[in-house]
């Protein structure tokens, strides 16, 4: 049974001890389509004044619910063609820490997810060509605590990163 805290720490609905509001859903869901949207602009599209906008936002950060701006860069373009999902069983004496660890040095891992049912880990690998992705897959099963990988390498992506609905807060 949930207790409503996501693994972020943030419970959904709340920001800190203040309600996400249906404004403050508003803001999120035109920062993530443009989170280049000026205080001003934002502030117009939700009725609000820039300031009140701008410490609506303020706090929608400080709280966990915004984490970053960044820019999406297509991964072929910076030589990135080749993508990969590995799961890894880990050891059962392996120290969970440094294998999460071992994984935050590799560049190559983009994404890593704690998985429910045989494998511990879920990665996901973006490399130029496929005897990088081969030298990366040697380096995991030589890493402590990792007992063996099994890898899917993606033809295509079809869609990526599609932003969730954001839901009304529910009472």
Known sequence: MSNGVRASGVTPGQLGSHSV??????????????ARLSYAELARQVGLSAPAVHERVGKLES???IRAYRAEVEPEAIGLGVTALIGIVEDSNADTDDVLEAFRLMPEI????FMAGVESFLL???V?????????IVRLNRTPGVASTRTSIALSTKWENRPQP??????
């Open 110 to 113: 983009e994404s890593c997810y």
């Open 21 to 34: 509001d249906a404004i403050d859903r508003s803001l999120v869901e035109l920062l993530r389509g443009n």
């Open 124 to 126: 996901k690998a973006r």
């Open 166 to 171: 954001i839901e009304p807060a529910t009472s």
């Open 63 to 65: 709280g966990g619910v």
């Open 128 to 136: 130029g060509t496929i005897a990088e992705l081969e030298q990366l």
